[in-house]
């Protein structure tokens, strides 16, 4: 069995097509997760949360590259809804200096903030990081109390930044870029091993080897175990036993 740790299966590419949560079951998926990027994707996400509440787990938070001058108002609708309901993550939280750099200072204290709630509510976070890994690292060793966890997703850092991330108690979320030439993670999972590492889609984005370029979506988390399998000398199915043994671990489901 295997776990996407990142899917945004709520987009509207991937809600045309009902079929894609069958599919992922089919092929051994069956924990999908769920981040959120603010108030106006939340009522899909919850739609697909309740119709298959034994597969897709949401999560709740504001994306950085979703703040803006509104962002105070966005995060109360976070913290509302964190009272409300089960969510299973904070997330996805970060910082993105690749876009835009308008709101940083905002970013950051957006990211800080949802950090705050997840220590709240015992929830582990899921850090979007590009560009801004070291920073991310740094706001992250600073809230590390003993209790903060969780998912530096799409890690694209540096050996040393992930050694950092590990021994900050963090997983590294791993996808279809690992498949990809130019990667450098085949290297830095050799060193880091699978005790630090969960699977992600990030669908519909990232599509892996063969499926460059097109629409992502969870089925092909075996694909991305097959590579990393490659990498480390064992099997897929290991790869999957292990890093679903860590996504259970990490969000106590």
Sequence with gaps: MFTD??????????????????????????????????????????????????????????????????????????????????????????LDYYWDLTFKEQQIDAFERQIELALKYDLPIIIHSRESTADCIDIVRKKQNGKLRGIFHCFGGTLEEAQQITELGFYMGIGGVVTYKTSNLPEILKQIGLTHIVLETDAPYLAPVPYRGKRNESSYIPVIAQKIGDIMGISAEKVGETTTANAALLFRA
Excluded at 21 to 44: E, F, Q, W
Excluded at 51 to 76: K, R
């Design 5 to 94: 740790t990142h899917t945004h299966i709520y987009d509207e590419k991937l809600l045309a097509d009902p079929n894609q949560i069958h599919r992922a079951i089919d092929a051994g998926v069956t924990k999908l997760y769920m981040p959120n990027c603010d108030s106006g994707t939340v009522d899909a996400m919850l739609q697909l949360a309740d119709s298959w509440p034994d597969n897709c787990m949401p999560m709740m938070g504001l994306h950085p590259t979703y703040v803006n001058e509104s962002y105070e108002t966005e995060l109360a609708s976070v913290e509302a809804w964190l009272a409300k309901r089960k969510f299973y993550g904070v997330g996805e939280i970060g």
